[in-house]
């Protein structure tokens, strides 16, 4: 029986979605694994090590910090989730602000300027021992997601037609109106792809937020423990661990904007 | 189909079969942690300590649960005593977290350098640390004082005679240029024996001793920089408790047991068939017996001499252990206006930055930065049994 | 409601890198109750300019402009707007278009339920209540904004070029609708357009501008009775000789 590939048959978008992206992974396995006889070096193990580490750690936890993998999951997702839940309560306003005022925006340019290129590896010993050990990673992990969602946002208000401004205010809008009612909205999609890149650079951000003086886990932490002890497989398990969270925040936030797009009417 | 199909198809049939092949061909069984570097000289035994900011006895559990500890990290000679003291007094070692409870004590890592300074926030209660950390904080913050920071206990006490730091040499370099090797142990020797004289206050070396302790261990780089005189204090009580010695007596063995115990902390994650068998490959006591067999006439031969070759070195930073290798490398300890390694016809260079702790050296190792490192003798065992 | 306008000696002169270029010279003209004014003239020449001014988008640099006596000094609901490309809120359902500005006024649900259930039958756009605005075509686009700058009942309807976008049958027919709606309600509306043909089809006067600094050219009456027939020999004569009068003004380009 021959299956015809029918574009407009939701099954079949699914399985060909699902087929390629699954040929994709296994090349990805294969070169890892040809890469890894090739260098024959310990620090890229081969894919059944890595396999053999994550069953080890699924079924003993870390011995080394006495964690649960789980543990260590709940540990880093919980440092990112309030990082960004303050990057998107601090960012959004702020970009809308700055968006609309031509002084604000001059006047916090050189400010975000300096700070924008500062690693956040280099900020963790920092704000570690300036602050705390539990408000110091998780203001590492905002960094990373504060710059890019700050641009974006200013950059989706003054993208804005101004027609629409003059609309909302010709048909009698005040300021705090045309505010919410119009540049929010009109923003929104801005904001939505400033999130996804936050989210991405944000996971980036966890090894070096979870790097100094650790207090109470994280994946952060038990990459970079394992790999100064030279327990590469494990460092992959944490590797792939944090690869796939991404994936699933990022995916998540790429769905948000779908339902969001679709409601709003701006694709 | 059409034939962008059929070749995308066949391209990936092929890739695909190769790589099978390549793959079902290649040993992927768990490879043999045969080390690739070899222990030529121990550097230093003893010479860490733990401070907190109680009074509280090593044989007595009685006010240690819920305590927070730093420690250089998993896989330091520094962190495992701890967690074997933890254990004899019928307690839990774990990661800090927020939650605790007074049947555990609890550890962080930190690096030696900004334990201090951690401490002083209070937010921890205490530490283990190598010298000259270990005097510094108990200078820093007197006991009694408010914060102040009481000595729990010397490693001396805990495990005496402990081996600590050691020089470590790659296989591949030490195969080709063994002559190199015992120029440098000779260089070695010669700064160990000066170093331990040198240690005495009346001895004419030690002013000189002190300068090049402070500069290594206490001076964060600045050139123009003097020492106080609590610096001074501190690495006057800081000497007296490390024991600098080369020998590698009872090495093996030591190896030995600490490869079943980093085996059961997590640190080791490869299995070691032979533990015996692998710290005899580790520790290679050959050259060493070699050179102090025959001392005198070693030196009469290589004493010097120029140009013998150059040898790229990786050592820790701010570590009052390493001394004898830097008094060896940066000072004119022997009052003819050459170095000991320039003595013995060596030109040694820094290969690599200055390292916070072992696995930075050993990672130097894997990158191919540095022929001969100065390290732990934990982090030395564990990378060479994960396979570097 | 309508509204009576008065321009009185307006001037604009807009600023860039620090020089001035006149783009309206004193322009004083009154639009009389429920009258329809259409404003003509070469492009570019700042027709735009005077109804973004009646409406308080851009502030004259000189002169005053009045609505029923009260100095125009911002927007406001009282002079509705029509955009040439429509302006209109993508994020919103046609209905929630037509919505917005009794929303900010703050009316009772009730009552703004009639009122754009009313306004969208005036434009006949009921079917498509919840429909997306970018599943509307063109014509249909600008219905609901005039809907949406009608719903408000404004004293004056600013039309910035509103069928300037759609292709020659849909004018024609969104022209005659547009007739209907007037029929309905009493608005001032003063238009903008630069389609002689259409103008000439709309309105009660037609204000010629000059090129820039623009002055006021002619202002012509027409007193025939709408819907008219574009065919009439008065029609294409009046067309003809208004094409002529811009023309001259392109000319001396």
Redesign the interface.
Known sequence: MRIKYDNENKLHRFGRYILISAVSLLVLLYVWWMVSIILGTPAIPAPPRVWDAFIHLLNHGDVVTGYSMWDHIVASLKRFAIAFVIAFAVAVPLGLLIGMSKTLDDFTRPILEVLRPIAPIAWAPVLVFAIDRTWGPILVVFIGIFFPLLTNTVFGVKKIESNLMDASRTLGANKAQTFYKVMFPCTVPYIMNGIKIGLGIGWMCIIAAEMVAPYGGGLGYFISMHAFNGSWPYVFVGIILISILGLLTIGLAERAHKIIAKRTGME | MNNVTVAVVVG?LI??SL?TA??VT?D?G??SNDPVVSVVAMVNSEGSGIFCDRMLDINDPEGWGGLVF?TP???TIQHEMLKSLVFSLGL???????TKNNWTVYW???APG?MS??YG?R?MNGGIVWEPWYSAILTKYPEGSIGGAYSVARSAEIEPGHPCCMVVVKNSFMEQNEELVIRFLLAYIEAVEWVNKAKDPGDPGHALLLKIAWETALNKGDPSALPTPGDIATIEQALLGINYDYSLDGIKEYVTSLISRFA???????PVNDPAAFAGMLINDGFLNDVTDSMASLREEYRNTSGAGTIRLGVLANDLHQIAVRAAWGYDITGDGKTLFEVYGLNVVQGGDFQT?G??V?NLF?GNAIDIGVLGLP?TV??SA??? | MSGYIKIDNVRKVFRKDDRDTVAIENISLEIGKNELVSILGPSGCGKTTVLRMIAGLVEPSGGEILVDGNKVTGPGPDRGMVFQDFALFPWRSVWKNVEFGLEVAGMPKAQRDEKVERYLEIVGLTDFADARVHELSGGMKQRVGIARAMVNNPKVVLMDEPFGSLDAQTRNIMQAGLIKILDKTDQTIVFVTHSVDEAVFLSDRIVILTKRPATIKEIINIPWPRPRDRASPEFTALRKRILTELEKENVMN
């Open positions: 990936f890739f695909f790589g390549f793959i290649s992927t768990e490879q730093m990290g998993p896989g839990y070692f774990a990661l800090d977290r927020p962080t890592q930190v900004d300074e951690y926030k937010t059961n902390s997590g640190s080791i994650t490869k702790g696995g930075g050993m894997a982090p564990i990378r994960n396979g570097l």
